[in-house]
């Protein structure tokens, strides 16, 4: 058999560095911190912060609790299917399709930033139809919550345009 491990002996040095002892709590009493004042730089001067200060919050797509309209999302699509009125151009052309947008809630409940991630092809009026009625939405939704406060929450909507 093969001795794997080997032991090795301990060393012993006398030439030892002895490091500085801590101090007492009695040497620290002693201690005369802060007693004297300084004077600083006079022609510095800090800005004045008499009101409160706008955060710009970040968007976010996740959050705990997600915003709802009032009645639920179910009388949000209803609203949209009611107000929205086909283009007459795109209806004579035959074109149908999905507009996908984007848009905040903000921490008052209230809709902005309407953004159009994909529009139906060859159809721009769609896509400002779909933006208008958004836009027009009456009622403030009940805003997201992250972390027990109001968020500002990106959503997502598809408006689909068929002809029937």
């Known amino acids: 058999m093969v001795e794997m491990v080997k032991f090795v002996p301990p060393v012993i040095k006398d030439d030892a560095v002895e490091e500085e002892p801590q101090k007492l709590q009695e040497d ?3 201690a005369n911190v802060g007693e004297k004042d300084q004077e600083g730089e006079k022609d510095i001067v800090a800005p004045p912060v008499d009101g409160p200060t706008e955060v710009v919050q970040e968007i976010l797509t996740v ?6 309209p009032p009645g639920g999302i179910q009388a949000f699509y209803q609203y949209v299917a009611k107000s929205i009125q086909y283009p007459a151009m795109a209806r004579e ?13 903000e921490v008052d409940g209230s809709i902005g930033d309407i953004q159009i991630l994909k529009g139906v092809p060859g ?6 139809e779909a933006i208008r009625v958004i836009k027009k ?5 009940k805003p997201g919550r992250n972390n027990g406060r109001a968020a500002r929450v990106y959503y997502n909507l598809p408006v689909v345009f068929k002809i029937s």
């Open 28 to 30: 620290v009493k002693e």
């Open 63 to 68: 959050v705990e609790e997600m915003p709802e």
């Open 93 to 105: 052309a035959g074109l149908q399709g999905k507009v996908f947008l984007k848009f905040v809630i």
């Open 123 to 128: 159809c721009s009026d769609c896509d400002q």
């Open 137 to 141: 939405y009456p009622n403030k939704w």
